[in-house]
């Protein structure tokens, strides 16, 4: 019988977690010879994947191969040809960002060729010289769009889009209050190294629960 291929079946956010989980796994290796301790490490990975991923007995064997890997070259080539049936983040045009920020006259658009829709859960691009900050994400299949300031200060904190403690920006954005004229500010601090945040995304609750802040 032919090989069936399978198909692409994980998200972004799946694949920063399975690289995550490995990378787990291989400092075990490098730290310890207790079996015992790579043995648990194993056992929490192996929750991790299983409470997050729902896979089909094919996309299993093909991810289960990562308790073979022990070391970051293994790891780099697993990762490299895991990519394949990673889902990218949709499809955007130039002219599809101008209708997400209309009423933005003069909208600075990013560089689309330059950007890895592999590995990206939210897009995003500054305008540094009006500290503007604009930032896309899919919910359902849909384009939804965020824009505000960004505060050129940079502190250590924990961003409120991945959850990890890294040199954050405060991010402030202004929703249009049900009185006229009336604006409800938010500020956030997010990473200011958005690529970097973009890899710490392994679930994608928290980035929607903050559209879902800083928008209503
Ligand atoms: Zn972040």
Redesign the pocket.
């Known amino acids: 019988m032919e090989k069936q291929t399978i198909q692409p079946f994980l998200s972004v956010a799946n694949y920063h977690l399975i690289e995550q989980q490995l990378n787990k796994m291989i400092n075990a290796y490098n730290t310890t010879k207790d079996k015992n301790v790579i043995l648990a490490v194993q056992g929490l990975v192996d929750t991790e994947l299983t409470e997050n991923l729902d896979l089909d007995p094919d996309q299993l064997k093909l991810i289960d191969q990562i308790y073979n890997i022990r070391d970051h070259t293994q790891s780099d080539v697993f990762l490299e040809s895991l990519k394949l049936y990673v889902i990218p983040f949709k499809a955007v045009t130039a002219s599809k960002l101008k209708s997400l920020f209309k009423k933005e006259k003069k909208l600075k658009l990013p560089k689309l060729e330059s950007m890895d829709f592999h590995q990206i859960c939210y897009l995003t691009w500054d305008d540094v010289s009006t500290h503007r900050k604009y930032i896309v994400l899919e919910q359902q299949g849909k384009l939804k769009a965020i824009k505000g300031n960004i505060d050129t200060n940079v502190i250590k904190g924990i ?6 403690h ?1 040199d ?1 920006s405060l991010f402030t954005t202004k929703v249009k209050g049900q009185v006229t004229d009336t604006f409800t500010k938010y500020s956030n601090y ?2 200011a190294d ?1 690529k ?3 890899k ?2 392994s679930d994608l609750q928290r980035l929607n629960d903050f559209f879902e802040r800083v928008t209503h």
């Open positions: 961003c409120a889009v991945c959850n990890r890294s954050v997010i990473c958005s970097n945040c973009n710490n995304i």
